[in-house]
């Protein structure tokens, strides 16, 4: 397969539409703070200010037929520890979920190809490939240990934070019935207060671009009712949330 950098944001964007077909494609990793559009809004203000640098190192990899499998979304920073770094794109706050994005059976191939890279003149000088908010399922995991090992790289990995989950099932009367008699009587109590209050009640899809941009804003005056909410969301991180709304929107 053939590796090529990327270093600027317009030509990560002109691929969004490649990039986002190869993400629907790649289950361990097809979450949204992995879409195109996301991660090009998260660059504009470096997570909402949270990184004071960064310089933009993606990497792709095209098949022969050149077709896109491969994606590793970097960018060169000082990480945490103030040390030189490769992160992935995203990192760390705000994406609940990040990884490579790369067809299955190419990302043994893949990684050993990027690590060659990384280890060549092409990359800038990093101490540490630093990878936060990957899941455990991810198969990067296992691969990534792999492929370092074979170079005689210390490879590290530790839990983050716990992240439980549910499976919900497909309509909201069964997942009624799947729960205890006490959550379910709490629920239907707290929806009755809700129908009943004196102040109405909704929830709905914003639709409309023209109101998008206020409806943010009442969103994240809502948010900021909460003492702890107002303190992070400052105004690089309100327009941070105003560009991932936008993004969305466009995204469909």
Known sequence: MRLEVIQSLKAVEALSDEWNDLLSCCSASHVPFLRNEYLAAWWKTLGGGEWQHGELFVITAHDEDGGLVG?????????????????????????????????????????????????????????????YNLPDYSPTLATLQACAEKRDWIYQQQALQKSPYITLPGDWETYLAGIDKKQRHEIRRKMRRAEESEVPVRWYIVEDKTTLDHETEEFLTLMAQDPEKERFLTPTMRTQMRLAVQAAFKGG
């Open 71 to 131: 994606i590793a979304p970097l960018f060169f920073t000082q990480n945490l520890q103030g040390e030189p770094a490769l992160m992935l794109i995203g990192s760390i706050e705000i994406s609940d979920y990040l990884d490579l994005i790369v067809r299955g059976k190419v990302l043994p191939q893949f990684m050993d190809q990027l690590l060659d890279l990384l280890a060549s003149d092409q990359a800038p000088p990093w101490k540490v490939l630093d990878l």
